[in-house]
């Protein structure tokens, strides 16, 4: 069973790595490589935890693990998910990870605002 979940995570991660916004690429353009305060951030990256006795996963628009710091870029579908983009926050909450939150507006329009809102939450 856990080879098979990890076949549908890693499978997962690597579609939205392929589909990614517009907003999601330009973000991707100023993190990647370390070129960010030398702070290596993964893109779509998976991360597993236990839910009520069974292995779930969430995957994360990008993640920096030496600040435990999740970012995740809302669009459009995310209007009629709030409430499970909630719960999921509180559950990655739980597991000693921050989130910050930004929309496709946000990063389009004021790609510095949200690198200074990155910065301030890099450990």
């Not at 353009?29 to 993964?42: C, E, I, P, T, V």
């Not at 236990?50 to 920096?64: H, K, L, Q, S, T």
């Amino acid at each position: 069973m856990r080879k098979r979940l990890a076949k549908i995570i890693k499978y997962a991660a690597r579609k939205l790595r392929k589909d990614q916004t517009s907003a999601e690429a330009l973000l991707w353009d100023k993190l990647r490589a370390r070129q960010y305060k030398g702070y290596k951030f993964l893109r779509q990256h998976p991360i597993s935890f236990e839910f009520n006795g069974a292995r779930r996963f969430i995957v994360a628009d990008f993640y920096c693990s030496a600040s435990k710091l999740i970012i995740e870029i809302d669009g459009s579908v995310h209007e009629n998910k709030k409430d499970y983009d909630r719960a999921r926050d509180c559950i990655v909450k739980n597991l000693g990870l921050k989130v910050l939150r930004f929309d496709n507006d946000q990063l389009l329009n004021d790609i510095e605002m949200v690198l200074l809102e990155i910065s301030n939450n890099l450990v």
